[in-house]
């Protein structure tokens, strides 16, 4: 799953102009999923999906512990980390939620249908490749 989210991360670093440039590229996939999750689930329902991940998360990356979830559900504080920490220190952070929030997804609804949102946020991304066995869920 990790190597599923520094993919998207990586389309997101090359696109400066979509919706959410100024949130960090490292971040801005859980920005563009909650755009669209919101839709189906409100935002409750993602906030509460991105809060387990960002809880599981922090396990592995302490400084996440202090970002917080706004009620309608972006991220807030990742300007504060941005500037303090290292770049690769700040992007791994990223890649863990990105990691986490995908497969809480996939547990949840599937990998079919989370490989079809994927799609709908980031249509250029290469995802034939990709294998959601359980050696891949963290």
Not at 27 to 41: I, S, V
Not at 48 to 59: D, G, P, Y
Request: charged share 25%.
């Amino acid at each position: 799953m990790r190597n599923f989210a520094r993919r998207l991360i990586g389309q997101e670093a090359g696109d400066t102009k979509s919706y959410g440039a100024q949130i960090p590229a490292a971040f801005r996939g859980c920005e563009k999923l909650r755009l669209h999750l919101a839709t189906f689930m409100g935002n409750a329902g993602f906030r509460t999906v991105l809060a387990r991940a960002l809880a599981l998360s922090a396990r592995e990356v302490p400084w996440l512990r202090v970002v917080r979830i706004k009620t309608d559900g972006p991220l807030e504080r990742l300007d504060e980390f941005e500037a303090q920490l290292d770049r690769n220190d700040f992007t791994e952070g990223g890649e863990v939620l990105l990691a986490h929030l995908l497969g809480l997804l996939v547990a949840f609804i599937g990998a079919s249908l989370t490989l079809r949102l994927v799609r709908d946020v980031w249509p250029k991304v290469p995802l034939d490749d990709l294998d959601f066995g359980e050696g891949n869920r963290g």
